[in-house]
């Protein structure tokens, strides 16, 4: 069992995967918040998609009328979306950066960047806040990535 | 070539990685296959969204009337979704949970468990079963990915 | 130090690993294009869908003419999300099939095929090119990752 372990643990012994880690369940839990997120805003907006979800509400029209769409559910939703166009591409091309022996101190660089890039996106996009602040917090997580590629495939 | 074997096979020989290996691999197949569910929906229920895709259907409004919505293949790819927003976060958290060392019995409850939610939740989806079938089985799957992810926390 | 680089390095050095590291970072760089694509046609044919992003274009009604869908933009985010649905089983597949011990041949020849149908499959929906020219590209791409699955599941 020890030799096992040993196995298992050698990656995340590894300071820089262990960095990734962190960084990569970070992330992937904020993606998987938005999920909490779309369902608060379908109950409280009482607009749903599918007619099993409304049958609670009652039969026939009065039930019916609740399987609309609403512009803060559409609005979350396209949150969650660009989360898995980004963080899906982090989180590979992290793996494989994080493989690649970088500096401790440029991987978290990388990391913390795109992490805190990611959270600005949510929040401002939730917010609204005014463009361009929502395109650069974009902007910021996309060049962190492309980063990392370059890494990759120069090492590669 | 037998050393580069060997590297190229030690995780593959860890027991809770190549469990990890067997239920990712499940799953994202379970994933896939709704691509080719959406593709008999479309064709039987003839709604597509291409315009190349009606094509062969005729020239002008024969073929144009083709080109609209269907409820059940827009109820397959919203499962589609959310077996995206799911999956991933279970494929990558899961990854990394496999690496920090778990005993193989708790792993594999969880790599079982998700993977038995995850197939419950299509199959709720796709009958459809009244709620909180679908539901439930969303947040077990949901639950399991936060267990790991706190497990890697922890560790890494 | 160099011990920590030797543990990192590990992976990286095995061949065919090297070999998914460049293909998986390639088609999520591909996916990834798809988010400039999709801007450079919003901008082009001033198709939004966020009122914060129409809001430089003036106040009221001039500025709501632009918060509509546009054919070619819907096209784009239909090819993003079906890289989606097709890259993520591929880099989550393929790590693994990469972790299995295939012939850095065989290996070679999964990857360079998907990379090649992916490519194919984005400039036949962009073009767009007849049927089945989209539709034989994705099939090949599949039946790739499906391959690589077989490979995964018999070894794990």
Chains 1, 2, 3 share one sequence.
Do not use: C
């Not at 049958?55 to 989360?83: C, M, P, Q, W, Y």
């Amino acid at each position: 069992r020890s030799g096992e372990m040993a196995k298992s643990t050698q990656l995340i012994d590894n300071e820089v995967f262990r960095a990734y880690a962190t960084y990569a369940a970070i992330v992937l839990l904020k993606m998987m918040l938005m999920s909490l997120v779309t369902a608060y805003f379908r109950i409280t907006r009482k607009a749903f998609v599918n007619p099993e979800d409304v049958a609670s509400f009652g039969k026939g029209e009065s039930a019916k009328k609740f399987l609309r769409t609403d512009a803060d559910v559409e609005r979350v939703r396209r949150i969650h979306l660009n989360d898995l166009e980004n963080i899906v591409p982090f989180v590979g091309i992290g793996l494989l950066y994080a493989l690649s022996g970088p500096d401790l101190s440029t991987a978290l660089l990388h990391f913390r960047i795109f992490a805190g890039a990611r959270i600005v996106h949510t929040l401002a996009y939730l917010i609204p806040l005014p463009q361009p602040g929502r395109g650069l917090s974009w902007a910021v997580g996309y060049a962190v990535t492309i980063s990392m590629a370059y890494k990759v495939l120069k090492t590669a």
